[in-house]
């Protein structure tokens, strides 16, 4: 198995890890004409016979206008939701219509069942990269985003960190956020600063039965963090590692924000492959929480924020294209990045206010892409051989 190259970078040189937002669209029906223009006052007006792009982006508008609303299936949160929906609304008098779908797990039983009984009901399949590149690409659930992008503003690839908008060869999916995250969380009144500088410390015997394991056999931070240890360790030792943890009983949870609850009240002083968003917004509240730095590095999940367009008809196919370009505006992806919590991968939105969006200096990082959103994949079926005992 191939293993994915490590990169270190200094302060400087990370504004944050792009990858362009995972976005699949069929040719939407009774779709008005896309214009090949900018929506007004982004980017440079088109000239000559391009002028017209604003009547027909107007008429592509005032369709959508008539659907009233867009169906989204997603795991982009609570604030990002209602910030959207509120922003959406202002812009162009559109509702927003949002299906919760808590694991990446549960997206494709989902959207089988629906296909399988004639229902096409969701316009945007809002999730990270790993979902929609392992699990709804194979499935045949994505479509080509290519289509739906008429902004040029959008389009651009200079806009966007790394100088590319999709993260997979199909151009199926596009990341809109991507930030450094350290995959181990403290609770900063059980666990000093510096009491753990590997995660190899993670097998000292007196955490054993004192760790929250974020499940590593479902895609999520659980499955990045064995990716990153493999990217350190190896595979073999990555295997031999995991086995000695399961010996530590670690208690294995798939609840985002209960493991970090629990880490907050001190249940546990510990959590391992923490879900950033979930930490983050109990930092903010002031929580006894903290990530811990360690030698092997973290990670930068290009395609944490994304999304795709289900292939097949779509309810609203007007009102999603709009939504599909305003979402990668200035203006939509500073919206979703305060709601998310994380920095987006358009360069000209602001990082100000984001925590530890940037490695220290020196700080090592594993960096992802297809190949290593492929290796994920390999490496879940790893953790559940190894992991059993701790999933019985």
């Known amino acids: 198995m191939e293993i994915p190259t490590k990169s270190t970078l200094l302060w400087g040189f990370l504004p944050v890890l792009a990858m362009g937002l995972l976005l699949a669209a069929c040719a939407p029906q009774e779709l008005a004409t896309p214009p ?7 980017g440079t007006p088109a000239k000559g016979p391009e002028r017209s792009w604003q009547e027909e982006w107007d008429k592509l508008v005032a369709a959508a206008q008539k659907e009233g609303m867009v169906s989204i299936y997603d795991q982009w949160g609570p604030a990002a939701r209602v ?15 949002f299906t919760s779908v808590g694991k990446g797990s549960e997206l494709l039983p989902k959207l089988t069942r629906e296909r399988q009984a004639g229902l096409y009901l969701a316009d945007i399949i809002g999730a990270g990269a790993t979902t929609l590149l392992l699990e709804e690409k194979p499935a045949g659930i994505l479509a080509p985003v290519e289509p739906l992008l008429v902004l040029p503003d959008v ?24 930030d450094f995250q350290r995959q181990m969380a403290r609770n900063t009144d059980m666990v ?7 995660y190899m410390d993670l097998l000292d015997p007196r955490w054993k039965g004192k760790i929250i394991l974020n499940d590593p056999t479902v895609s999520g931070a659980g499955n990045s963090w064995v990716a990153i240890l493999v990217n350190a360790w190896g595979l073999e030792q990555t295997r031999g590692f995991l086995g000695k943890l399961v010996k530590q009983e670690p208690v294995v949870s798939r609840d985002l924000r209960l493991q970090v609850e629990w ?29 811990v730095p360690v030698k092997e590095g973290g990670s930068v999940t290009q395609g944490a924020g994304a999304f ?5 008809r779509l309810p609203h196919p007007n009102a999603a294209v709009v939504f599909a370009n305003w979402l990668l505006t200035n203006e939509g992806q500073t919206v979703f990045a305060k709601g998310y919590s994380r920095p987006s991968s358009r360069l000209d939105v602001s990082k100000e206010g984001f925590i530890e969006a940037f490695p220290e200096p020196g700080e090592a990082f594993t960096l992802d892409n297809e190949e290593t959103i492929a290796l994920k994949g390999q490496l879940l079926e790893i953790s559940k051989q190894v992991l059993a005992p701790l999933l019985k």
């Open 155 to 178: 389009k651009d690839p200079g806009r966007w960190l790394g100088n590319r908008l999709f993260v997979d060869g199909a151009k199926l999916v596009v990341g809109m956020s991507a």
């Open 192 to 198: 000093k600063e510096g009491e753990l500088k590997s």
């Open 83 to 97: 910030q959207l929906t509120r922003a959406f609304k202002t812009r162009y008098g559109i509702d927003l219509e």
């Open 308 to 312: 795709g367009v289900p292939a097949g």
């Open 263 to 291: 880490l907050a009240r001190g249940k546990y002083p510990l959590v391992a492959a923490v879900h950033k968003p979930t930490l983050v917004e109990f930092m903010q509240m002031g929580a006894p929480v903290a990530t």
């Open 36 to 42: 090949a223009g900018v929506e007004k006052g982004a």
